[in-house]
């Protein structure tokens, strides 16, 4: 059976870490967005504070399987 996606671009931050950014762009994703299969991650960022890491930003792609007509 073939499938067809859609890829939308989301920004996920975290003041911990740049996984945790992913995971929760990726858990709110899909509490909105069925069908949420895989992800890309196209920048890393985030923001200095006092010459610190005060938040990571992750620019990641999210596919999800469109729905059977």
Known sequence: ???VYKVIDIVGSSPSSI?????????RTSDT?????WFQ????R???T???????QVA???GFRLDEA
């Not at 996984?19 to 858990?27: L, P």
């Not at 967005?33 to 299969?37: A, F, G, Q, R």
């Not at 991650?41 to 890393?44: A, G, K, R, T, W």
């Open 19 to 27: 996984e945790d950014a992913i995971q929760q762009a990726i858990a």
């Open 46 to 48: 985030g923001h200095v």
């Open 50 to 56: 006092d010459g610190k890491v005060g938040h990571y």
């Open 1 to 3: 059976m073939s499938h």
């Open 60 to 62: 990641i792609k999210i």
């Open 41 to 44: 991650v196209d920048q890393v």
């Open 33 to 37: 967005v069925n069908n949420v299969e």
